[in-house]
């Protein structure tokens, strides 16, 4: 019974580069969130899918962040010409669809931008 | 827009002391209400939750109770341990609102032998 998966567990990249952050969810889990924790504070969610759809992209703090999600399984969130400010660690949770279904965290990626 | 304030940690008590650790919420809609825990250096994990009004929801000699009222959902254990030494999170999903959770800003708990 694997949790949530995330890939890279760390990653240190310098300002302006691209990245690419991966999530495999739990096996039937049609429901997947990204959220961001910065240093210190609470986690901001940033985009949901249902499925391979995206009904809610509005925590997306700039149009250099963007994700997608195949096959209704991984998914992955990819930040463009990163900026000091996108450090944080970034946490993929899963859940099954409807009502009060609680929703399984990933262990995070922790990225830190030059 | 929904959101959630809980109070500033850290709090540090000793082992076998009563714990409190205050919610409370705003929100247009009927939200679901939760705890997560995060120990160190482990993921966010489920503590507890409740879904309506006058509910309780309790895990692990933890306990909340949605009082509606006072739109709270304050955290409460007994005795609690140094294995309870953790950062807990205070969260509310809403249907309106894609069932994303919404948390609070977190309070460390750092339980004295």
């Known amino acids: 019974g694997a949790g949530v998966s995330q890939s890279p567990s760390n990653k240190v990249t310098e300002k302006g580069k691209d990245v690419e952050l991966r999530c495999d969810p739990i096996s039937g889990h049609t429901a997947l969130y990204w959220y961001r924790q910065r240093l210190g504070q609470g986690l901001e969610f940033l985009i949901y899918f249902q499925g391979n759809s995206a009904p809610d992209k509005s925590g997306l703090p700039s149009d250099r962040f963007s994700a997608e999600r195949t096959g209704e399984s991984v998914s992955t969130l990819t930040i463009q010409r990163t900026q000091q400010e996108d450090s944080a660690v970034y946490l993929c949770a899963s859940s099954l669809k409807g009502v009060n279904q609680p929703q399984h965290f990933g262990d995070g990626t922790r990225l830190s931008i030059l | 827009g929904d959101s959630v304030t809980q109070m500033e940690g850290p709090v540090t008590l000793s082992e076998e002391a009563f714990l409190t650790i205050n919610c409370t919420y705003t929100a247009t809609g009927y939200p679901s209400l939760f705890w997560y825990v995060q120990y160190p250096g482990e993921g966010l994990q489920l503590l507890l939750k409740a879904t309506k009004a006058d509910d309780k929801g309790s895990n692990k000699g933890f306990e909340a109770t949605y009082r509606k009222e006072t739109t709270s959902f304050h955290l409460e254990k007994g005795s609690v341990q140094v294995s309870d030494s953790a950062v807990y999170f205070c969260?509310?999903?809403?249907?309106?609102?894609?069932?994303?959770?919404?948390f609070g800003s977190g309070t460390r708990l750092l339980v004295r032998p």
């Open positions: 969260a509310l999903s809403d249907k309106d609102s894609s069932y994303k959770l919404i």
